[in-house]
């Protein structure tokens, strides 16, 4: 990204000092004590990332001999154009973007100015808060609790949280970061549903390696790709369910869906339709459902099809050499389970053989 570029909002604003600001924290083992983090530090280094429809948390950081705003690459995949802004109100005015190599964690440099200290370390058993600021506005709160789990990436802490906190900071007692937060999103069988799972992680900030794409061509080649990839999962999988749920229902959705899709929903409504209509036995004794049934066959390979070919344009995506590590293995996450969700359909189909229509 160039600073030529006049899609990001400008502004000529300082951000807030606040990494030199005093460390405020509770007594330790207080019963129900939460740390206080100083205001004016963190409404001077909180962020919103203000998107085409949405907003995204992010946070200012020193790192490098250079301030940036740090969040989740998912996040702002799939956007060229955003604007940022402190919880303070000053406006941030990005000059580059550099992505994690192989943790979830973009960085946006915004020029010369203060910010949180990254933390060198974290281990299981330490004190951290995650900074709460997911709902719009300027107020912002503390989750604590304790490290566990730590790898040489990720760490989990005690302390609740959703995917509305991704990008949100996670500090110390010295009031450094330590970890970003981000979420893991996977579907997977459960009884005669494909449901939704994730995982709330914690991504170290520390030990990480970054390359710097040109991030519009690289959210068009990939960005975006990854975030129509994600559309479509929660659409075909929602679809799938209520089709799953009753096989004699029409399938309705207000989504803006492929043409193979529609043309799936459309052979299937008109399936329920001649559901609807008397079938008399032909002469030769014949199974008069025998058309319904191939019907229903009909919906599982369509199914099955839409899957396995979006499967293999994501695999495709996963073999690009330009992409950094982590995109690739969020391509190919992706593809697997397509491929498990399509054998998932082909046991289904297998297990309503015999449907009584």
């Not at 010369?112 to 506005?137: Q, T």
Request: charge should be positive.
């Amino acid at each position: 990204m160039h600073s030529s570029r006049r899609y990001f909002t400008c502004a000529a604003t300082a951000l807030l000092a606040g990494a030199s600001a005093p460390r405020v924290w509770a007594e330790p083992g207080a019963a129900g004590a939460s740390p206080v983090l100083p205001k004016d530090l963190m409404e001077g280094s909180l962020v919103r990332i203000n998107l085409d429809n949405s907003s995204a948390c992010g946070f200012v950081a020193k790192m490098d001999g250079a301030t940036y705003v740090l969040t989740n690459t998912r996040l702002i995949s799939g956007h060229s154009r955003f604007t940022i802004s402190t919880l303070a109100g000053a406006e941030l005015r990005p000059t580059g973007i550099e992505l994690s190599t192989t943790r979830d964690i973009a960085r946006i440099r915004v020029g010369s100015g203060s910010g949180l200290d990254i933390a060198a370390n974290v281990a299981d058993g330490d004190s951290v808060v995650l900074v709460d600021f997911a709902k719009p506005g300027t107020t912002f709160s503390a989750r604590g609790g304790t490290v566990e789990n730590t790898n040489d990436e990720r760490f989990d802490i005690t302390a609740t949280f959703g995917k509305e906190h991704g990008g949100s900071p996670v500090v110390n007692t010295a009031t450094k970061v330590c970890g970003i937060a981000a979420n893991i999103d996977y579907f997977k069988a459960e009884g005669n549903s494909w449901v939704s799972t994730e995982r709330h992680v914690n991504y170290r900030i520390a030990g990480t390696s970054w390359f710097a794409p040109n991030w519009r061509q690289y959210d068009k080649q990939f960005g975006r790709p990854l975030r129509d990839a994600d559309e479509f999962r929660q659409i075909i999988y929602g679809l799938a369910n209520q089709w799953m749920g009753d096989l004699k229902s029409p399938i309705e959705t207000d989504a803006d869906v492929d043409l193979d899709v529609q043309r799936w929903i459309k052979q299937h409504n008109g399936m329920v339709t001649n559901l609807g209509k008397k079938r008399k036995r032909n002469k030769g004794g014949g199974d008069p459902l025998a058309p319904i049934r191939k019907d229903f066959s009909d919906s599982c390979n369509a199914l099955v099809d839409i899957c396995t070919s979006k499967a293999k344009t994501l695999a495709f995506f996963g073999e690009q050499a330009n992409a950094s590590p982590f995109t690739v293995n969020q391509f190919k996450m992706r593809a697997r389970e397509l491929v498990q969700f399509a054998k998932f359909v082909r046991a289904f189909e297998k297990k309503n053989e015999y449907y009584r229509w």
